[in-house]
Nanobody, 127 residues
Framework: QVRLVESGGGLVQTGGSLRLSCAAS????????FGWFRQAPGMEREFVAG????????AFTDSVSGRFIISGDNAKNIVYLQMNNLKPEDTAVYYC????????????????????WGQGTQVIVSS
């Protein structure tokens, strides 16, 4: 049984940093693709960042490129999202998602491409 548990959210001022963690069980990073999505009130869930470990390929949405970093610890089976220079528009519930890496190198950016989801962690950036 696959389980994803996010942590690390909280309240931070504009310009601050947070590191989100996604602890995965029931699958291994080395054979999986992971994505971070976020959903603000009244908005659709949107892709933030993703990585396919077998191909060492990462992708970011334009609004976070250069500010966010996605990484992982294979030994601990944890995926991280380091968020720097946070802005009020980054405020949302952040979700970790995972699925089989598949045969394509391209990181999947749509929610329907992932099979497993965490419960989400709230990030609030104050102005």
């Amino acid at each position: 049984q696959v389980r994803l548990v996010e942590s690390g959210g909280g309240l931070v001022q504009t310009g601050g940093s947070l590191r989100l963690s996604c602890a995965a069980s029931g699958l291994t990073l080395s054979s999986s693709g992971f994505g971070w999505f976020r959903q603000a009130p009244g908005m659709e869930r949107e892709f933030v960042a993703g990585i396919k470990w077998p191909f060492s390929r990462a992708a970011f949405t334009d609004s976070v490129s250069g500010r966010f970093i996605i990484s992982g610890d294979n030994a601990k089976n944890i995926v991280y999202l380091q968020m720097n220079n946070l802005k009020p528009e980054d405020t949302a519930v952040y979700y970790c998602a995972a699925g089989s890496a598949g045969a394509t190198v391209r990181v999947q950016r749509t929610p329907g491409s992932y099979d497993y989801w965490g419960q989400g962690t709230q990030v609030i950036v104050s102005s």
